[in-house]
T-cell receptor
Framework: DAGVIQSPRHEVTEMGQEVTLRCKPI?????LFWYRQTMMRGLELLIY????????DSGMPEDRFSAKMPNASFSTLKIQPSEPRDSAVYFC?????????????FGPGTRLTVL | RKEVEQDPGPFNVPEGATVAFNCTYS??????FFWYRQDCRKEPKLLMS?????NEDGRFTAQLNRASQYISLLIRDSKLSDSATYLC?????????WGAGTKLIIKP
């Protein structure tokens, strides 16, 4: 089992540029989560999907952020235009839809730096 | 008030000592509780779930106090490899609510 896969692992970009982060959840997992982690704010949930459908995007900070899940094996988080305050580690996580189980399996994260 | 609160630390503890973390949560209707561990520059990983009757996994003991709305994690005979950030997590209505984490540093 390859686990949750994220790409790129590191991204350095300039303010105003578009950034696209990618995630492949664990096969068979029905839920997918996008998180952002900073020293100041800790781990914040941005959005999550159930069976490819966005359920709660209330954590998405601004309209500059958007997320899609076109199929069960792929999701993207896009920031357009990016700003320096978007610099953070972005994690994707997935979890199976099994009764009582709530463990979330995280990918290695994408470390984003916006200059 | 944050939904899940933890002492940020860091806790500097000598190897072999016992260390305890506490975490408080605000939603009395919360049903599920967890401790995750996050190593430096790595992703969080589930350490253990927390059950109402308390539970133990080797050197780790987790307890839940619903009346006072707090969760605890006890690590006995601490090892250098226990150095990490420990995240308290509470299941809300549909999602997990994460504490900011407590950093633990075990010193030889």
């Amino acid at each position: 089992d390859a686990g949750v896969i994220q790409s790129p692992r590191h991204e350095v970009t300039e303010m105003g540029q578009e950034v696209t982060l990618r995630c492949k959840p664990i096969s068979g997992h029905d839920y997918l989560f996008w998180y952002r982690q900073t020293m100041m704010r800790g781990l914040e949930l941005l959005i999550y999907f159930n069976n490819n459908v966005p359920i709660d995007d209330s954590g998405m900070p601004e309209d500059r952020f958007s997320a899609k899940m076109p199929n069960a094996s792929f999701s993207t988080l896009k920031i357009q235009p990016s700003e320096p305050r978007d610099s953070a580690v972005y994690f994707c996580a997935s979890t199976p839809l099994t009764g009582g189980r709530n463990e979330q399996f995280f990918g290695p994260g994408t470390r984003l730096t916006v200059l | 008030r944050k939904e899940v609160e933890q002492d940020p630390g860091p806790f500097n503890v000598p190897e072999g000592a016992t260390v305890a973390f506490n975490c408080t949560y605000s939603n009395s209707a919360s049903q599920s509780f967890f401790w995750y561990r996050q190593d430096c520059r790595k992703e969080p990983k589930l350490l253990m779930s927390v059950y109402s009757s308390g539970n133990e996994d080797g050197r780790f003991t987790a307890q839940l106090n619903r009346a006072s709305q707090y969760i605890s994690l006890l690590i006995r005979d601490s090892k250098l490899s226990d150095s990490a950030t420990y995240l308290c997590v509470v299941k809300g209505n549909y999602q997990l609510i994460w504490g900011a984490g407590t950093k633990l540093i075990i010193k030889p």
